[in-house]
């Protein structure tokens, strides 16, 4: 027996033409995200150059712009530089525009607009020239990866190599993801017309990657079948007045990311130090700022001091005993003593309870306490490190606290979502699945 579908009319192949190159409404993107195991850095794997070369760049969240070593190994045919009479120059926040002296290379032209592209592991910035050149990600309906789109006119920064120092091997720049009009997110959903939205999924293992979706409020499906934009919680996203960058781009609100955390429970009993410290001031200090390239979550010493205080009580009441510390951890613990859950070691829960509304981020032990093993010990330790007296944000989340947590960045909104940990929904980011699905014909 026939269906009237099997045979569709040339009609309607002009119209499937049309529904699956010209439909607006589809515009997707994502990227696999690795973490290095020597540096804990988080990779984007992404496409640049013409034809495409893969390319990969540490994840830098609050970053302003890419940045791409151009001084080795560039060929392609489709970059261009950035004059500096080109309104997109005043539009991208450069300070300056450069002369070069140097043999010709892709980075290095007269009159071209720079930056200052930032290494921010090592705190190093150097000026470099803007760059334009053709950028490509996998579509994506929330399942699988489909066909390349490309973004032509992709602009990010031109550094040198002794920029990469202190940067994971077969890395050749940073993926700024930040709040700024020129961050990859941004360029993307320009490029598209579609929101500036993405969310992050990293992976605590190595062989497994977790996944970024650009342009996505969701579904973002993990194996098995399970989509996490359903378990999501939000809360305000909040801008601090004033960019951290060390020497440039003053008076810049930062494009890094913060959030309203109003307090801090350890197996429920609030911690109690001077709250003034997590509202951002004028300066520029205080409150909570998520980073993808601090490891591990820093927090002010007077916070510090009464979380380490109240974990290690709350831990004793299950029978377990700090052991001599191993830096730069101030807490650790015999691995032998910690039982095994499905969310990690059985320690206290962390909760970080969100500003104006009783919304909180819990953290269990396995985005609390690191392992540490070598041949004379095997410990976790908390994964919570002292940011001493008066540094730029009271608190900061840091890689450790994101992993397997799926996490939403939506600046039409002005809100940050979140599903705490994705083990408790059954998945993990590790489970995205890569396979392309060839018959997805999106873009
Ligand atoms: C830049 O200008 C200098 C001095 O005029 C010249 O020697 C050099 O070749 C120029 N470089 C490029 C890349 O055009
Ligand atoms: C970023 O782009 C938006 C929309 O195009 C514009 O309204 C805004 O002023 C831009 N922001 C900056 C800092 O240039
Ligand atoms: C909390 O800190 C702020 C700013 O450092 C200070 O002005 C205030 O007096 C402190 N409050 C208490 C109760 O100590
Ligand atoms: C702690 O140890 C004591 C004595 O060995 C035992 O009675 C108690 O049940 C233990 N508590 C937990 C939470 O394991
Ligand atoms: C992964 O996706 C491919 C393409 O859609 C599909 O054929 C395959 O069954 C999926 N794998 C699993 C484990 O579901």
New binding site residues.
């Given amino acids: 027996m026939q269906s009237p579908m099997s045979s569709p009319s040339p009609i309607f192949h002009f119209l499937l033409f049309f529904f699956f190159f010209l439909s607006p409404s589809f515009a997707a993107f994502l990227a696999p995200i690795t973490k290095d195991p020597t540096t804990s850095q988080y990779i984007l794997s992404i496409y640049l150059k013409t034809p495409l070369q893969p390319t990969k760049l540490v994840l830098d969240l609050g970053a302003s712009f890419a940045w791409v070593d151009c001084t080795r190994r560039y060929k392609s045919s489709s970059y261009h530089h950035i004059p500096c009479s080109d309104p997109l120059c005043s539009a991208i926040v450069s300070l300056a525009c450069s002369n070069c002296f140097r043999r010709p290379a892709p980075g290095c032209a007269n009159d071209s607009c720079a930056l200052f592209p930032e290494n921010s592991v090592t705190r190093q910035t150097i000026i470099a020239e803007a760059l334009v050149d053709s950028l490509a990600l996998p579509s994506t309906d929330g399942r699988n990866p489909a066909r390349f789109a490309r973004v032509p006119e992709f602009v990010f920064s031109c550094a040198k190599t002794s920029l990469l120092k202190g940067i994971a091997k077969g890395v050749t720049g940073f993926a700024g993801l930040g709040r700024s009009n020129f961050s990859l997110p941004a360029q993307v959903s320009t490029a598209f017309s579609s929101p500036f939205l993405f969310a992050l999924c990293l992976s605590s293992s190595p062989s497994a990657p977790g996944v970024a979706f650009f342009n996505s409020g969701g579904p973002y499906y993990f194996l098995p079948e399970i989509d996490l934009s359903k378990s999501l919680i939000y809360t305000p996203l909040i801008l601090n007045p004033v960019g951290s960058t060390i020497i440039t781009y003053y008076l810049h609100p930062s494009d890094e990311y913060f959030i309203g955390v109003s307090a801090i429970k350890v197996n429920g009993k609030d911690l109690q130090f001077?709250?003034?410290?997590l509202t951002i001031?004028e300066n520029g200090f205080g409150g909570t700022k998520i980073s993808t390239t601090t490891p591990y979550a820093v927090l002010e010493t007077s916070i510090y001091n009464a979380f380490k205080e109240a974990f290690v009580s709350e831990s004793a009441a299950l029978n377990l005993t700090v052991t001599t510390p191993v830096k730069p951890f101030g807490v650790c613990y015999s691995a032998d003593d910690v039982l095994s859950t499905r969310l990690g070691p059985a320690v206290p829960t962390v909760d970080l309870v969100m500003k104006n509304d009783d919304a909180f981020w819990r953290i269990f032990g396995a985005n609390s306490m690191v392992r540490i093993g070598s041949k004379d010990e095997d410990l976790w330790c908390l994964g919570f490190l002292d940011g001493g007296a008066h540094p730029r944000a009271s608190i900061v989340i840091g890689g450790l606290q994101m992993e397997d947590n799926l996490l939403q960045f939506d600046l039409e909104k002005k809100r940050f979502g979140f599903t705490s940990s994705v083990l408790s929904h059954g998945t993990m980011c590790g489970n995205f699945n890569f396979t392309i699905n060839g018959n997805l014909k999106q873009n």
């Fill in positions: 001077n709250k003034t410290i001031d």
